[in-house]
């Protein structure tokens, strides 16, 4: 997952969990009350703001090493905190979804699952070379779409 944060300033701090160490993903389930890592990511999607912003918190620390979790505050969070998935995630999503679809012949989950999965994406591009990828290009709705 990618989570971003915009600055005060208008620049934007952007994190992605793939690059957390073991340690730092462990300190993240902790500061969230010893929540396993599957949830921690399903929160994440959800737009948990404790979950972005222990994530967040988790890489500050690495230069702010006096940085407790309870003292740290992502002011803002509703507007300036976004957690948004990666290309490989986006593929796990519909290699899922592609087994199911093709378990009932029909490609009627995958293209409801598309819009959800266009809102979360970072890059909405993913999301067509994903499509592509797993023989679905027929799916790939007008490129403004993807853009938008």
């Known amino acids: 997952m990618i989570i971003t944060y915009e600055q005060a300033d208008g620049t934007t701090e952007t994190v992605s969990t793939s690059d957390l160490s073991a340690i730092e ?3 993240i389930e902790g500061a ?3 929540t396993a890592w599957r949830e921690v990511e399903d929160r994440l999607r959800a737009q948990d703001p404790t979950a972005m912003r222990a994530v967040l918190w988790a890489v500050r620390k690495r230069t702010e090493t006096g940085l407790t979790f309870d003292k740290f505050d992502v002011p803002g ?3 300036r905190l976004k ?3 990666e290309r490989e995630e986006i593929d796990d999503v519909l290699s899922n979804l ?3 679809a093709l378990a009932a012949s029909e490609d ?4 409801t699952m598309l819009p959800h999965l266009r809102k979360l ?3 909405r591009a993913d999301i067509d070379a994903a499509l592509e990828a797993v023989g679905k290009g027929h799916l790939v709705k007008d490129p403004q779409d993807s853009a938008a």
């Open 121 to 123: 994406a970072h890059d």
């Open 25 to 27: 993903s462990a300190d």
């Open 108 to 111: 009627s989950a995958i293209d």
């Open 98 to 100: 592609l087994a199911e």
């Open 32 to 34: 969230m009350g010893g």
């Open 83 to 85: 957690a948004r998935l």
């Open 77 to 79: 969070w509703r507007r």
